[in-house]
């Protein structure tokens, strides 16, 4: 089917963003989370206050200590070997992401600055919402702290996020007993089934990424700062996304990308595109899953105009449709 067809031509990007996935389960989950445990149980009874502490520390640990290592992701038979490393130093941060496997890809980001606070990170700061007198985030998840096992040579500590809701993806986190650096995470599907894994086989804590790795393609990541503007590529006329779940919150500042909006609940992410076609298509709709990435596509009329809607991200398949139903024009 042409829209199906349309569908897997945006997914080819995903390859390379699948190799960052473990970054954004990093920086997604680890930020500060200064929790005082009364104030917990006052303001969301059933949090779990020693797993909401462990998440502070995480955030510490991705701000000041460096680390390389060698991690796997494995989505059902398929797995990619990558090798990481992240250098802190001078109050930014770089990082270099080697593929091992496939291609022989390489992704670098440089002189990334501590201080930066994007809209997702903001929203874990859970300390804020419950002096204000709000749970924040765990509205919709479920925090509570396991015993961990043993990932890398490194004793670790379980941190078990359970969504509250049909719309999110469930985790399970484990962090280093001595330094919280995410060792290894799994994103849980219906019946806890897992989706995809990540975690370190091998872990040095210095930044210095190890040569001998022979690389085909290198790209070097942008990191705008959060509301800095952003050159629109093709624009799609005014356009709206009229439901996302509770709890997500756009990352786009005003007027960038005019032909996509991204969204974040803090752990999860997902991004609308909106391409103009020349031509209708038959109404239809396209599906690709890679682990705990959806790629969803359905082509559309919106007032006359025939478009391709299209919604990638960590989200199950019916939130994706449900969100790609509710793009709208702006009267």
């Known amino acids: 089917m042409h829209v199906y067809r349309k569908s897997a031509s945006r997914v080819s990007g995903l390859s390379i963003l699948a190799r960052l996935h473990w970054r954004r389960r990093i920086a997604a989950a680890s ?30 640990s991705v701000h000041k200590v460096s680390y390389n290592g060698v991690v796997t992701l494995q989505r059902g038979e398929d797995m990619q070997v990558m090798q990481v490393s992240h250098a802190v130093a001078q109050g930014v941060s770089s990082e270099q992401l080697t ?31 419950l002096r204000a007198g709000h749970c924040g985030i765990a509205q919709y998840y479920r ?8 990932v890398a040579g490194r004793q670790a500590v379980r941190i078990l ?28 599907g219906r019946g ?3 989706l995809e894994k990540f975690q370190f086989a091998n872990l040095a804590y210095t930044g210095h990424s190890p040569e001998g790795a022979q690389v085909n ?14 050159l629109a590529g093709h624009s799609a006329g005014p356009w709206t996304v009229n439901w996302v779940p ?9 007027g960038s990308m005019a032909d996509r909006r991204t969204y ?15 031509q209708e298509i038959r109404p239809g709709e396209g599906l690709i899953r890679s682990g705990g990435t959806t790629s969803y596509t359905r082509g559309m009329d919106l007032a006359g105009q025939p478009v391709l809607v299209t919604v990638i991200g960590e989200v199950p398949v019916n939130t994706a449709r449900m969100v790609a139903d509710s793009v709208a024009r702006v009267r």
């Open 264 to 278: 974040t609940d803090g752990l999860a992410v997902f991004s609308v595109f909106l391409e103009e076609l020349t």
């Open 161 to 188: 996020v359970e969504p509250r809701d049909m719309y999110r993806f469930g985790y399970i986190m484990e962090l280093d007993k001595e330094t919280a650096l995410l060792l290894k995470t799994q994103t849980l």
């Open 99 to 129: 593929q091992l496997t496939g291609q022989g890809a390489q992704i670098d980001r440089v002189a990334h600055p501590l201080a930066c606070v994007h809209p997702g990170h903001r929203l874990l700061q859970v300390s804020e919402d």
């Open 192 to 194: 806890n089934s897992v």
């Open 31 to 60: 930020l500060a989370l200064t929790l005082i445990p009364v104030t917990v149980a006052q303001v969301c009874p059933g949090a779990d206050p020693a797993a909401l502490a462990w998440l502070e520390k995480m955030s510490s």
């Open 246 to 254: 509770r709890g997500f919150v756009p990352t786009d500042s005003a």
């Open 143 to 150: 925090f509570s702290l396991a015993d961990g096992e043993r």
């Open 217 to 230: 393609l290198v790209h070097h990541a942008s990191h705008p700062l959060p509301g800095a503007p952003t």
